[in-house]
């Protein structure tokens, strides 16, 4: 008989390493300040954790698959339907696997409504710096797409959607509320203009605010998440980013006026419909959801947004100090600058850019909760350092 076994002591190298490396991680949205100990020690003390949960079919319908956290998962998006202006009586939402999830279903469900208006096929509308995802989801779904030119600050130029603008055809309009490198946020108020003049077929408004969209609802700026405000159909937002967690999850949020233009799938073996995208879906980030919403509450998550937005002016002040070309746009917690030498890249895992507007070879920092003040100052050394032609030798405590 064979004996298995597993190699504790590679798994505890590779922790020790991702423990390390996650102090200086700073190039991508991931917020390192992450804390689930504690709910991981009742998941596995309770029993959960021999338990195959599945949150499959529609959260809000009773499912025959009786082992599942939809009861969770619905007070979740109560909870975040009224920080993005939807009613409790319209709201409709899921806990999705992570941004990319939460887009796949606004472009998918657009196109429904879209097609409940119009025989005509749509165009989907958005800006060259939004996030990749929408790309490569336009192409799955078959869509056609016209990328709109972005302004220096990394906003949609109003006037070239209105150029490409067809009102012949119904729209499908993504939004971005904070984009993937600058941090740019599309002016609503000026899209809706350009709607009213030239009056498309049928409009379908997405917005995709992976992480601005954590961290604003809990601001003075909350009105740029809220569909009171805005007249959008859904939104998308990221948990793995703002909010913390330790693995791909987000939030998906749109009206019950938009879930009845679907398609249901009615699948009776789960007595319900499933107009989700995806049929088996993870019941353990709802929980995750579930408990970090009564660990921190509102006050909580206001106090880590107005922490992040105040060390990225923190970071910005310091790169002014030294004359580092650097740029934040409002409301940002997104700070772009000149790409450092490649031993700054890997050692603070940054990512790279070019806008040849902004002298060419870009690099940035989104400030999470786990890059304070020391953390920023000691990159700030770095960046003199790599300036100087020289490189940091010590280890970052």
């Not at 119904?170 to 971005?176: G, K, S, T």
């Not at 790409?339 to 050692?347: L, N, T």
Request: proline fraction near 5%.
């Amino acid at each position: 008989m064979t004996n298995h076994s597993v190699d504790i002591n590679r798994l505890n190298a590779f922790a020790e390493k991702m423990v390390k490396e996650k102090k200086t991680a700073v190039g991508f949205p991931c917020n390192q300040n992450v804390k689930f100990a504690d709910f991981y020690h009742w998941y596995a003390v309770s029993g959960l954790a021999d338990v195959a949960l599945n949150n499959m079919g529609d959260p809000r319908k009773p499912s025959l698959y009786s082992l599942n956290t939809h009861e969770f998962e619905n007070e979740v998006i109560d909870f975040f339907a009224p920080l993005y202006g939807f009613s409790h009586a319209e709201a409709w939402g899921i806990v999705t696997n992570g941004g990319t999830d939460g887009n796949n279903h606004g472009i998918y469900f657009g196109v429904h409504v879209l097609s409940s208006r119009s025989q005509l096929k749509p165009i989907l509308y958005v800006s060259e710096e939004a996030h990749y995802s929408v790309m490569r989801l336009c192409d799955l779904q078959g869509l056609e797409m016209r990328q709109i030119p972005a302004n220096v600050k990394g906003e949609i130029e109003v006037q070239a959607f209105e150029q490409a603008l067809d009102p012949t055809r119904p729209a499908l309009i993504v939004i971005a509320v904070g984009t993937t490198f600058k941090g740019g946020i599309d002016n609503q108020d000026a899209i809706d203009e350009v709607l009213a003049r030239k009056r498309p077929v049928a409009v379908y408004r997405h917005v995709d605010a992976a992480l601005f969209g954590g961290y604003l609802p809990f601001t003075e700026h909350a009105h740029l998440v809220d569909r009171s405000l805005h007249n959008f159909d859904s939104i998308a937002v990221s948990g793995h980013k703002f909010f913390g967690f330790d693995e791909p999850l987000g939030l998906f949020l749109t009206t019950n006026e938009v879930l009845a233009t679907q398609n249901p799938f009615r699948v009776s073996y789960l007595n319900a419909s499933v107009p989700t995208i995806t049929c088996s879906r993870s019941a353990l980030a709802p929980l995750k959801f579930w408990w970090q919403i009564h660990k921190t509450g509102v006050e909580g998550y206001q106090r880590q947004a107005e922490l992040i937005l105040k060390n990225a002016l923190y970071l910005k002040q310091r790169l002014d100090e030294i004359n580092y070309p650097a740029w934040k746009n409002d409301i940002s917690n997104t700070v772009y600058f000149r790409r450092p030498g490649e031993w700054v890249m890997r050692k603070w895992c940054l990512a790279p850019y070019e806008d040849d507007r902004l002298g060419g070879k870009l690099a940035h920092d989104i400030v999470m909760r786990h890059e304070g003040m020391h953390t920023i100052d000691h990159f700030v050394d770095d960046l003199i350092l790599d300036r100087k032609g020289e490189s940091d030798t010590e280890p970052f405590q």
